[in-house]
């Protein structure tokens, strides 16, 4: 009889965090599963970043930090992003919180509202729309097609902009679909937004370091004219196999900085100071270890895209950057849903139905090559068989 906030039914979830529970109970039964569903590097944190992790603890950092992040950590971001991107930005400016989401959290938080419109790509992470949701705002899917690559178009999300808009999210490359937009529509969309200075915008750009095929990195922070209502969230997840420690970062623009370091400060005090450390480590040292990870999953990528394309009734687009491949299923007569379900229960293979990333993404499934190329074959194996 307990009454919730009208916010609770309406907030929704990452399905990869139920299909990893639902394969973990089936591996506990004794099946052998493969997991490519949760999108997380197969990789351990090297090895550098977890002695300065371990070195933190003990030399005795276990107090409180500053509640945006240790100074000398945001000035390492400030030149990380400098090298990567050639973008200056004042250490002033960048908050480091628990992961890549508490940043897109804290955004919708801040502009979400009933009457309020938020835009976010569809298909896509799914956090996104859940968090416009339950803060009462309208979401407004900016749709993202296959014969697109799933890129945004610039002029469509442009012509959905309304006096209510308050909030823009894109994210490239992107997750589900690996998605990456080229350069002309970013171009195009910044000077679009030019003409509207009461929009904010949010680039997710975690997946920065994961571009395959040449393919170069755009960074939202290169626009100068958007800079003043610009949030860059990026973080160590991905880049440094860094899922468990919860690290991440954005850069904040000058209005919103002490509205989002009030939120932390009300939410998580701060990040806890070894993980920030390691961070440290992670941007300040070698970089081998990151390239490595990033040819493996180019590797496998083009293991996975050629192999999901022999499959009957599969066809998959090519996978332009992050470390997902999301095939068209329609051809095999089934739902997002029940291939999801087929998959795991009866090959023993964990994947994530496209409708988990919104409505759009019927007719697809995402697999993540994170894994390793004998599970990745095995993997399309056990669905080719299962598909003939
Ligand atoms: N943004 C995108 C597009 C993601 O795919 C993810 C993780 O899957 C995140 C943000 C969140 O990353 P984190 O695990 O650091 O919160």
Same mark, same amino acid.
């Given at each position: 009889?307990?009454?919730?906030?009208?916010?609770?039914?309406?907030?929704?979830?990452?399905?990869?965090?139920?299909?990893?529970?639902?394969?973990?109970?089936?591996?506990?039964?004794?099946?052998?599963?493969?997991?490519?569903?949760?999108?997380?590097?197969?990789?351990?944190?090297?090895?550098?970043?977890?002695?300065?992790?371990?070195?933190?603890?003990?030399?005795?950092?276990?107090?409180?930090?500053?509640?945006?992040?240790?100074?000398?950590?945001?000035?390492?971001?400030? /030149?990380?992003?400098?090298?990567?991107?050639?973008?200056?930005?004042?250490?002033?400016?960048?908050?480091?919180?628990?992961?890549?989401?508490?940043?897109?959290?804290?955004?919708?938080?801040?502009f979400?509202?009933?009457?309020a419109e938020i835009m976010?790509?569809?298909?896509?992470?799914?956090?996104?729309?859940? &968090?416009?949701?339950?803060? @009462?705002?309208?979401?407004v899917?900016?749709?993202?097609?296959?014969?697109?690559?799933?890129?945004? #178009?610039?002029?469509?999300v442009l012509?959905q902009i309304t006096d209510k808009t308050r909030l823009i999210i894109i994210?490239?490359?992107?997750?589900?679909? %690996?998605?990456?937009?080229?350069?002309?529509?970013? #171009?195009?969309l910044v000077?679009g937004l030019e003409t509207h200075p009461h929009v904010a915008i949010l *680039?997710?750009?975690?997946?920065?370091?994961?571009?395959?095929? %040449?393919?170069?990195?755009? *960074?939202?922070?290169?626009?100068?004219?958007i800079?003043d209502r610009l949030i860059?969230?990026?973080?160590?997840?991905?880049?440094?196999?860094?899922?468990?420690?919860?690290?991440?970062?954005?850069?904040?623009?000058?209005? =919103?900085?002490?509205?989002?370091?009030?939120?932390?400060?009300?939410?998580?005090?701060?990040?806890?100071?070894?993980?920030?450390? /390691? %961070?440290?480590?992670?941007?300040?040292?070698?970089?081998?270890?990151?390239?490595?990870?990033?040819?493996?999953?180019?590797?496998?990528?083009? &293991?996975?895209?050629?192999?999901?394309?022999?499959?009957?009734?599969?066809?998959?687009?090519?996978?332009?950057?992050?470390?997902?491949?999301?095939?068209?299923?329609? @051809?095999?007569?089934?739902? *997002?849903?029940?291939?999801?379900?087929?998959?795991?229960?009866?090959?023993?293979?964990?994947?994530?139905?496209?409708?988990?990333? @919104?409505?759009?993404?019927? @007719?697809?499934?995402?697999?993540?090559?994170?894994?390793?190329?004998?599970?990745?074959?095995?993997? =399309?194996?056990?669905?080719?068989?299962?598909?003939?």
């Open positions: 009889h307990l009454k919730l906030a009208a916010g609770m039914g309406r907030l929704g979830t990452e399905s990869a965090f139920t299909v990893l529970a639902h394969a973990g109970k089936l591996a506990a039964q004794g099946k052998d599963i493969i997991n490519l569903g949760i999108g997380q590097p197969d990789f351990r944190t090297p090895e550098h970043i977890v002695e300065a992790g371990a070195k933190a603890l003990k030399d005795g950092h276990h107090g409180y930090t500053p509640a945006n992040g240790l100074p000398v950590l945001r000035e390492a971001v400030a /030149a990380d992003l400098n090298r990567r991107h050639g973008v200056e930005v004042n250490p002033d400016n960048v908050v480091v919180v628990p992961g890549g989401k508490p940043t897109m959290f804290f955004a919708v938080l801040m979400g509202e009933p009457g976010y790509p569809n298909p896509g992470f799914p956090i996104y729309e859940s &968090v416009i949701k339950f803060t @009462g705002a309208t979401p899917p900016i749709r993202l097609t296959e014969d697109k690559g799933f890129a945004f #178009d610039a002029e469509s012509a994210n490239s490359p992107a997750n589900p679909t %690996g998605g990456v937009t080229p350069k002309e529509e970013i #171009d195009k000077k *680039s997710d750009e975690i997946y920065s370091e994961m571009l395959y095929d %040449g393919r170069e990195h755009v *960074s939202l922070l290169q626009y100068p004219s800079r860059v969230l990026d973080g160590w997840s991905k880049t440094y196999a860094m899922t468990g420690w919860r690290m991440g970062y954005a850069v904040w623009p000058d209005q =919103l900085v002490d509205h989002v370091t009030r939120l932390c400060i009300n939410d998580h005090s701060c990040v806890n100071a070894s993980a920030q450390f /390691a %961070g440290l480590a992670a941007l300040t040292g070698p970089k081998d270890a990151v390239l490595d990870m990033v040819k493996q999953f180019d590797a496998r990528r083009k &293991v996975i895209v050629d192999g999901l394309n022999a499959l009957p009734g599969v066809r998959c687009a090519d996978a332009a950057g992050a470390f997902y491949a999301f095939p068209n299923i329609e @051809g095999t007569g089934l739902t *997002s849903m029940q291939a999801q379900n087929k998959f795991l229960e009866e090959a023993g293979v964990a994947a994530i139905a496209g409708t988990s990333f @919104g409505a759009l993404g019927e @007719g697809y499934i995402r697999f993540s090559y994170a894994n390793s190329t004998e599970n990745i074959e095995r993997a =399309l194996e056990r669905i080719g068989k299962l598909l003939a």
